[in-house]
């Protein structure tokens, strides 16, 4: 008989955004369960708690290291929470940039519909949510840099594309969702299913060559969810034909790829992106799947000093497309 797997519910009952005190009782246990107490010696302090965004409560943290040169805002992606950031949160804590990572509405402990939205664009407003209220909090420095995951950076590239100026210095959209692999299939089954079924089991495929990660998320995570909104590839599919219609922006941006991904179609997905962000840089890793954040360390490594290096000088020429 396998272990229950731990409940980290009462998290979701937290108070607002505020210093850790105390590590004792469950968050201490959430700490380690996912690896971020290994986060722990670079950071001079840490914020948890909630964030009120209308319509939702979001789980937040600030990691405050010393001496902060900037901010870099964790967008996570579908079926992820902030708890499987540890690897990346760790490597931009090393190099004194300060981070802000929020659980998704319906995602990890915010509140919320699992896996589900109704509107892209209300993930959207909650960045803006989580950004401005850690900015009144002085919880914020400048510059900006948004670093998203697949879901995440769909949602950093309609936050950067909209009309009104962008507050990022720059973007790290990593294994960005546009369209998803198999989207003409999709959309079709999406048509017919869609007025009968309001989500389908979802399947655990390795995203990662990481081993230990996949069978973490399969059996380990109490966070994942099991089932697939129909409604949130609903607005998937709004969302597609939306970023299409928007105008470019002049704004360093590094997008991160790997050619095994079998969830995003990232050959059709480049050059929409290379369009919308006419200064990205890309950079492909030849064996990395889709969870690049939780890739093994050898194909993750690389990748990590490629995007450090970049948030530490966006602006520096170089050499637009590189293969790993």
């Known amino acids: 008989m396998t272990d229950p797997l731990p409940d980290f519910c009462t998290l979701s009952q937290t108070g607002p955004l505020a210093p850790v005190t105390s590590l004792d009782g469950v968050l201490g246990d959430y700490m380690a369960h996912y690896g971020l107490d290994h986060c722990l010696p670079h950071a001079r302090t840490v914020h948890c708690g909630m964030i009120d965004a209308t319509a939702w409560q979001l789980w937040a943290q600030v990691w405050c290291p010393p001496g902060p040169r900037g901010t870099v805002f964790i967008v996570h992606g579908y079926f992820d929470h902030l708890g499987l950031y540890a690897h990346i949160l760790e490597a931009l804590l090393k190099a004194h940039w300060q981070v802000v990572l929020w659980d998704l509405p319906g995602h990890g402990l915010s509140s919320g519909e699992r896996a589900s939205i109704t ?88 995203n990662s060559t990481d081993a230990a990660f996949a069978r973490f998320l399969r059996q380990d995570d109490p966070l994942q969810a099991t089932a697939l909104s129909v409604a949130w590839v609903s607005a998937m599919k709004v969302w597609i034909r939306d970023i299409r219609q928007r105008p470019s922006i002049c704004l360093p941006a590094l997008i991160l790829q790997g050619e095994q991904d079998l969830t995003v179609d990232w050959r059709w997905n480049l050059p929409l992106l290379r369009e919308k962000f006419p200064e990205a840089r890309v950079v492909r890793h030849t064996r990395a799947r889709h969870h690049l954040v939780n890739e093994s360390p050898e194909i993750r490594e690389p990748l990590f000093n490629a995007l450090l290096d970049f948030i530490d000088a966006p602006l520096t020429p170089a050499e637009r497309d590189i293969t790993l």
């Open 119 to 206: 509107a892209f664009d209300d993930y959207v407003e909650c960045l803006h949510q989580v950004r401005s209220h850690v900015d009144r909090q002085r919880l914020a420095p400048t510059p900006w840099v948004g670093l998203g995951q697949s879901t995440g950076s769909a949602i950093l590239a309609t936050d950067a594309l909209a009309d009104t100026p962008t507050p990022w210095q720059s973007l790290c959209l990593l294994a960005p969702l546009v369209r998803p692999r198999g989207w003409q299939q999709t959309r079709w089954i999406h048509w017919a299913l869609s007025p009968f079924v309001s989500s389908l089991k979802r399947t655990f495929r390795p």
